[in-house]
């Protein structure tokens, strides 16, 4: 089941949040270093990671799930973002250059066919980077964040389900080694933790953060690969307030 969009957008306003944004938009800036004139998609509430790419990437769009509701974004500028169901993206085929997921692999009740709009609309040389819940991690014990919410993954499983669905892993990376609890010792010390944490325990992380390649060597079931009609419900949301630091 797909979290509340307001949730969502709360808990990166608050500080466990912003700090949260901080250490996974680092591992996805190292991946993803130039987009300049490249096609960038987010999948379920990506917007928090998409920021470093606003202004770089030719074209960039998030798309979230119905069930999820849907904010303005980015705050500053026209409205990037709409509603969709995620088993039926109304794209076109191989449309996107970069696409990716957070909150939202864990949550859909459609994974397979969720996997199946991304491969149609990833281009053939593209990537994707999922950013899920590690199943070893206390972040997906605790409910108290959205990453303690939905179905949490191993590297492995996330691998054989990425594999399974017609995509090739390249790098498995690691985030979020400080306990999910927004105390200023724990927040103030975040960066310790983090850089301890990659030495010490790097299968502990709270989220993983996988990237992948499609595979056009095979086609994926028809079922899962037809064309949908552009039907996009875009909403006007009454613009939210800057966050903390002028970040959106």
Known sequence: MHLDVIDLRDFYASRLGLITRRFIRRKVRLLWPDLNGLRVLGLGYATPYLRPFHGEA?????????????????????????????????????????????????????????????????APAGRIIVVAPNRHSLWAQIETTPFGQGHPYTSLQLSRLLR?????????????????????????????????????????S?????EATKQIYAVPPAAGLR??????????????????????
Do not use: K
């Open 58 to 122: 030719e074209r960039i769009i998030a798309l979230m799930p119905a069930a999820q509701g849907v904010t303005h974004w980015p705050v500053e500028g026209p409205n990037a973002v709409a509603l969709s169901d995620e088993h039926e993206l109304p794209l076109p085929d191989a449309s996107f250059d970069r696409i990716l997921l957070a909150h939202i692999l864990e949550n859909t009740e459609s994974i397979r066919p969720l996997l199946r709009q991304v491969w149609r609309v990833l």
């Open 164 to 204: 399974d669905s017609l995509f090739t892993p390249e790098t498995i990376s690691h985030a979020l080694y400080m306990p999910p609890f927004s105390s200023r010792m724990l927040t103030g010390s975040g960066v310790a933790w983090e850089s301890s944490g990659a030495r010490l325990w790097p299968s502990w």
């Open 206 to 210: 709270g989220v993983l953060i996988t």
């Open 227 to 248: 064309r949908v009609p552009a039907r996009v419900r875009i909403l006007e949301p009454a613009r939210p307030r800057a966050l903390p630091g002028g970040r959106g």
